[in-house]
């Protein structure tokens, strides 16, 4: 049987998919008239494409000049669809800004055509993804150990502000298997004071369902994982 090797990607694309989907479905189904729902919406939305461009960021910063450092070229694909989506982001903010300052009888067509231009965005992203995790997941394995690979992830955490982990977190653990809930919690909480490990608990028991929540709560009574 041949080894695992340590995948990236996985956790954090989880995690996009599941922050860019909520907030396409979001936008199908907000009441456009309603000024609370039109605002919640709103930051809802910037949230999901802060955290898209700083993904995208961090691939440029980190992961691509390893690849091209010792596979020249590998990156072009992926690079390209990155160029692509900056032009994305910048519709998608100018959307953003039509339904914000839209008239009441002009909000259901700007919220309709800024649903259209999210569905657009997400569906060309869940492509993009799929390449990054196959395409260049077999560059990286080829060409680097699971070991230089972890030093890239390492790097990548460090370099992020106390927001962006916040906003990783609260869509990577919830939307993580068991296994890998579990895994990620081991590596959080020794990081982490008991009272902000407590909170992110907390956090999850109100997202998970009452299976997985049982789940967890069975592991963190474990000794290698009680706060």
């Not at 992926?78 to 914000?100: C, Y």
């Not at 992110?200 to 069975?218: F, H, I």
């Amino acid at each position: 049987m041949t080894a695992q090797r340590f995948d990236i990607y996985r956790q954090i694309h989880k995690a996009m998919r599941a922050s860019m989907c909520d907030a396409m479905l979001a936008a199908g189904e907000f009441d456009p008239m309603d000024d609370g729902a039109r605002t919640q919406f709103l930051t809802r939305v910037r949230e999901m494409l802060s955290f898209a461009r700083g993904h995208l960021d961090k691939e440029d910063k980190f992961i691509h000049p390893a690849m091209e450092l010792r596979a020249p070229g590998s990156t072009k694909v992926t690079a390209e669809d990155h160029a692509s989506h900056e032009k994305v982001f910048r519709e998608l903010d100018k959307a953003l800004e039509a339904l914000e300052q839209s008239l009441i009888p002009e909000r259901p067509a700007a919220a309709h055509a800024l649903y259209g231009k999210l569905a657009h965005f997400v569906g060309e992203n869940l492509l993009h993804m799929q390449v990054e995790e196959s395409a260049n997941n077999e560059i990286l394995w080829r060409t680097h150990s699971d070991q230089e690979i972890l030093a890239l992830e390492y790097a990548i955490v460090a370099s992020l502000s106390p927001q962006e982990r916040a906003y990783s977190a609260q869509w990577m653990l919830p939307f993580a298997n068991p296994g890998e809930r579990l895994h990620m919690l081991r590596a959080m909480q020794p990081m982490m004071p008991p009272e902000a490990f407590a909170g992110l608990l907390g956090m999850l028991k109100a997202k998970l369902s009452p299976e997985n929540w049982r789940k967890l709560e069975t592991a963190v009574d474990r000794p290698c994982l009680a706060a």
